[in-house]
């Protein structure tokens, strides 16, 4: 079980949960779902990714929680602002804390929601927000894909979740546009 930050991988995951896909690729229909449709689904979620012990007993408030929560973040990273960011985590109250890991008595940053699994995400959150690795966590910009990515390119300016799928359909749509114009 995580005792604070998860890696930003984490929370991409997490986002991929909702799949919002619906697009059709070498003549195969994707069609999105939602994985966190129980308190079950969320529970079995947290403790395959660590974020909450085995048998951890979740509530349907919990799982109400972990939707409007990724359904903040998701919004978040539509906007082009960093306001939709602070308005996701709203409802999951941070403080300072020492901690215990760093030299000099350094500070980190605790979210105490009530909600088993859901603080170590918030956290991650938060720290890669002030620290900068927020901006590199994006949506697809393909509007039937909308897949939650880590965008490595070098400037940061990356625009699909892969440039084989996304890319190269938004790519060939604009070259058959200027084609007819």
């Known amino acids: 079980?995580?005792?604070?930050?998860?890696?930003?991988?984490?929370?991409?995951?997490?986002?991929?949960?909702?799949?919002?896909?619906?697009?059709?690729?070498?003549?195969?229909?994707?069609?999105?779902?939602?994985?966190l449709t129980s308190v079950q689904a969320l529970s079995a979620w947290l403790e395959a990714h660590d974020l909450v012990?085995?048998?951890?007993?979740?509530?349907?408030?919990?799982?109400?929680?972990?939707?409007?929560?990724?359904?903040?973040?998701?919004?978040?990273?539509?906007?082009?602002?960093?306001?939709?960011?602070?308005?996701?985590?709203?409802?999951?109250?941070?403080?300072?804390?020492?901690?215990?890991?760093?030299?000099?008595?350094?500070?980190?940053?605790?979210?105490?929601?009530?909600?088993?699994?859901?603080?170590a995400l918030v956290e991650t959150v938060a720290a890669n927000v002030a620290g900068g690795g927020w901006s590199r966590l994006k949506l697809c910009a393909s509007a039937d894909c909308r897949w939650a990515f880590y965008d490595t390119s070098r400037n940061g300016g990356g625009r699909w979740c892969s440039m084989d799928v996304c890319g190269n359909r938004n790519k060939t749509r604009a070259y058959r546009r200027r084609l007819a114009d």
């Open 1 to 35: 079980m995580s005792d604070g930050v998860v890696d930003l991988v984490v929370v991409e995951q997490f986002l991929n949960t909702l799949d919002e896909r619906a697009f059709s690729w070498h003549g195969e229909r994707h069609t999105g779902h939602d994985e």
């Open 53 to 119: 012990g085995a048998g951890q007993e979740l509530r349907a408030p919990d799982l109400a929680a972990a939707r409007a929560l990724r359904a903040g973040l998701r919004d978040a990273l539509s906007g082009d602002d960093s306001a939709g960011t602070a308005k996701a985590l709203a409802p999951f109250p941070l403080t300072l804390a020492p901690d215990a890991d760093a030299d000099g008595g350094g500070l980190r940053l605790v979210a105490d929601s009530g909600t088993p699994g859901l603080d």
